[in-house]
């Protein structure tokens, strides 16, 4: 059986237009998949579907984008899988239908259900990071569904399946299932299509995105989005469409592998428990990288569930400070708006704010302990951000931000009045629910006709493979020359994201060689310490010896994540940057020549 070719377009609902023409007129791909959904997506559309009465909800982007690509779609046969559906896969449905009877073009189109959750009381479950209870009156709660359903609507002759909230991969995960016929027994190949969903799922983040060496892709503007092509045994090889901008390579896929994967020895989807500990790849040519070594174990028997949730409000007033003692002059002025504010509140019989974070942007003070502050720093990009319950505290902040430009430091510039605007706080809410406890997922056809997908309940899930992975120590003796004190990002790539409040930092030895040197300098105390300022929780390490790379979690790091955090970085995008910036001992040998030029 030829392998089945799937390229991804969209990463996010507002990724690029031109990708899903770059893919679809390549020639090279039989599926075309999106992810648009997010948690705090999840929550507009809810909003959304609720002040439309039920017409929208859904990410119309993905409509508009089948409106400009039908004529292709249809001619080259590619079947399209989404989640654009929201918390309203039928009115997501629907729109498209108008737009393909408008084109005089007939798509059978279908629809996953099952994951919305809204009607069902969860009295006593508890957040699965924080602990706390769940929340009153959730604006939307969706299970992460898994890709069998998907498999099933296709198989029954689906063109375009438009899911709800779903695990990404399992867009990517479906179509391997239907069309090689995968079992759910099959867990080694499961985990094989995981981590190829795993890989594409977030756009050209596989192809170069993001890269730690970005000095080393010509050109962003016509990046290539991703393709694999799965054979039967579950072996994949990436690439992407030709006379594209981007990258293919061991690194750049490498960097996407360990993007927010938590432990890598335990990735848990809903139809398998993945092991990518012993992954390894193989550079083909230039645009073409083998991918092989996933591995599986029975899944848990619970869905991940997300409740989001309003919580008040925040806003988050921001300028620049310039001159001698920037740095120090801004903490000054950020501390005096903040005092000022919370005496207003209390001579307006309000409560105190129920937090505050200040952020010195290019000061130091972001990541780092405040001594830092005392380098000198001539521009400071001043960041407060406050959250209280009640609005009438935010207009009274509003309204107090601009006296800075007029009382306060010399230099004080870019405060806009209005510009800083209340927003609601909207938080996600994760908990674990049993499979067998929720009704079975459908889809239907335009047929209309209506199908269940029994789905395996039963869970089995042994423990992490992580267990028994194990990396020789260092060798003692060893002579590496001189050493010299010198950035991590030396002899390391690195790539970060979050999972809750939980910072996800991958590391991976630029050579095979500097593995066991790296793991010996970079340890969890050394990560800990270096993010001092912001980690409040313990630091774990996982290795992926196939890769030669680490996985670290910093527990307790992003101020409650998403969108429920105040931090500028609340996904931990820059914490790999920041890693990467340590100064450790190395050996001058292994010194990059490349980073003194930047």
Not at 129 to 153: C, D, E, Q, R, T
Not at 380 to 385: M, Y
Request: with cysteine; aromatic share 6%; proline share 6%.
């Amino acid at each position: 059986m030829p392998p089945v070719r799937i390229g991804c377009h969209s990463a996010m609902w507002g990724d690029t237009s031109m990708s899903a023409p770059q893919l679809i007129k390549s020639g090279k791909i039989d599926y075309l998949v999106g992810d648009y959904l997010a948690e705090v997506t999840m929550a507009i559309l809810a909003r959304a579907h609720q002040k439309s009465k039920g017409k929208f909800g859904f990410a119309t982007d993905f409509v508009s984008m089948m409106g400009r690509n039908l004529v292709e779609i249809k001619k080259r046969k590619v079947k399209v899988l989404v989640n654009a559906g929201g918390v309203n896969p039928e009115g997501c449905r629907a729109a498209l239908l108008q737009v393909c009877e408008k084109a005089k073009i007939d798509l059978n189109i279908a629809v996953i259900t099952g994951d919305n959750l809204a009607d069902q009381q969860f009295t006593d479950v508890k957040e699965m990071f924080s602990g706390i209870s769940y929340p009153k009156n959730p604006m939307s709660v969706n299970a992460y569904l898994g890709a069998f359903p998907i498999a099933a609507a296709l198989s029954a002759g689906a063109d375009v399946v438009i899911t709800g909230r779903c695990v990404d991969s399992a867009l990517v995960l479906a179509p391997l299932i239907y069309e090689h016929k995968w079992k759910p027994t099959d867990y080694d190949k499961l985990s094989a299509g995981t981590l190829a969903g795993h890989i594409v799922e977030c756009g050209a983040q596989g192809t170069g995105g993001l890269f730690t060496d970005w000095f080393k892709i010509p050109s962003w503007v016509n990046m290539g989005y991703p393709i694999v092509n799965v054979v039967e045994s579950g072996d994949f090889t990436l690439t992407k469409p030709d006379n594209t901008h981007g990258l293919i390579s061991p690194a750049a896929a490498t960097e996407q592998l360990l993007y927010e994967i938590g432990d890598p020895g335990a990735y848990h989807v809903p139809d398998v428990a993945c092991d990518f500990t012993q992954v390894s790849m193989t550079q083909l040519d230039p645009n073409t990288l083998l991918i092989q070594g996933a591995k599986g174990q029975a899944p848990t028997s619970t869905y991940k569930v997300c409740a989001t949730y309003a919580d008040g409000f925040s806003i988050v007033p921001s300028f620049v400070i310039t001159g001698r003692g920037a740095a120090l002059k801004a903490q000054r002025t950020a501390d005096t708006l903040v005092q000022r504010w919370s005496h207003m509140l209390k001579a307006a019989k309000l409560a105190p704010f129920s937090e505050v974070h200040i952020e010195l942007i290019g000061g130091g003070g972001t990541r780092f302990k405040q001594e830092q502050l005392a380098r000198e720093t001539r521009e400071i990009v001043v960041r407060i951000a406050v959250r209280h319950s009640s609005m009438k505290a935010m207009k009274i902040v509003r309204k107090e931000i601009a006296c800075a430009g007029v009382s306060m430091g010399q230099g004080t510039i870019g405060i806009i009045p209005g510009l800083a605007a209340p927003t609601p706080v909207i938080k996600c809410f994760s908990f674990l629910v049993e499979k067998s406890s929720m009704p079975a997922p459908k889809f239907h056809c335009s047929s209309e006709t209506t199908a269940s997908v029994p789905v395996s309940t039963e869970g089995g899930f042994p423990g992490s493979a992580s267990r028994h992975v194990s990396v020789p120590p260092m060798k003692d003796g060893v002579d590496l020359g001189p050493i010299e004190v010198m950035t991590l990002e030396n002899i390391a790539h690195g790539r970060s994201g979050d999972k809750g409040d939980i910072a996800n930092i991958g590391i991976i030895a630029r050579k095979p060689a500097y593995l066991p040197y790296l793991r010996k300098v970079l340890t969890e105390a050394v990560v800990k310490k270096h993010f001092r300022n912001i980690c409040k929780g313990k630091v774990e390490r996982f290795d992926l010896p196939g890769t030669n790379s680490m996985n670290f979690l910093l527990h307790n790091t992003l101020g409650g994540g998403g969108t429920s955090s105040l931090h500028s970085d609340p996904l931990g995008k820059t914490f790999a940057s920041q890693l990467l910036s340590i100064e450790l001992p190395i050996p001058v040998a292994w010194k990059m020549p490349e980073l003194a030029r930047l």
